[in-house]
């Protein structure tokens, strides 16, 4: 029998775990408040963006539905910004709002996008 140990990183943002050190994954985890796009190559404040996304969503009237496009539009349509805005959302709120995000498909997006 042999025995080995392994050192294994994990991301703190989203919890992924590698056996081998991945230094890039944390820069551009999608849970990551700091990171940086890799589809529009823009750094933003994302949560100056996800307070901004959830007050839109609490202020939206119950009777009126609440389109993912108000959030592209913050973040100028790029699908992994809108991915990470949602990520936080739901980890701040829950499921709370989540219907509101089911119409949205992240690899047509990413199609559309390219």
Same mark, same amino acid.
């Given at each position: 029998?042999?025995?080995?140990? +392994?050192?294994? /990183?994990? %991301?703190?943002? %989203?919890?992924?775990?590698?056996?081998?050190? /991945? #230094?890039?994954?944390?820069?551009?985890?999608?849970?990551? #408040?700091?990171?940086? %796009? $890799?589809? %529009?190559?823009?750094?933003?404040?994302? $949560?100056?963006?996800?307070?901004?996304?959830?007050? &839109?969503? &609490? &202020? @939206? #009237?119950?009777?009126?539905? *609440?389109?993912?496009?108000?959030?592209?539009?913050?973040?100028?349509?790029? #699908?992994? !910004? @809108? =991915?990470?805005?949602? $990520?936080?959302? +739901?980890?701040? !709120?829950?499921?709370? *709002? =989540?219907?509101? *995000?089911?119409? /949205?498909?992240?690899?047509?997006? !990413? @199609?559309?996008? /390219?």
């Amino acid at each position: 029998m042999i025995c080995k140990m +392994q050192k294994i /990183w994990y %991301c703190e943002y %989203c919890g992924k775990r590698y056996f081998r050190n /991945w #230094p890039n994954h944390e820069k551009y985890c999608t849970m990551n #408040p700091d990171r940086e %796009c $890799r589809m %529009c190559k823009v750094k933003r404040d994302y $949560r100056e963006l996800e307070t901004s996304a959830r007050m &839109l969503m &609490l &202020l @939206t #009237p119950k009777d009126e539905e *609440f389109h993912v496009g108000k959030i592209e539009s913050m973040v100028e349509c790029c #699908p992994a !910004c @809108t =991915l990470t805005l949602v $990520r936080m959302i +739901q980890r701040r !709120c829950g499921d709370r *709002f =989540l219907e509101a *995000f089911f119409s /949205w498909n992240y690899h047509e997006r !990413c @199609t559309w996008w /390219w």
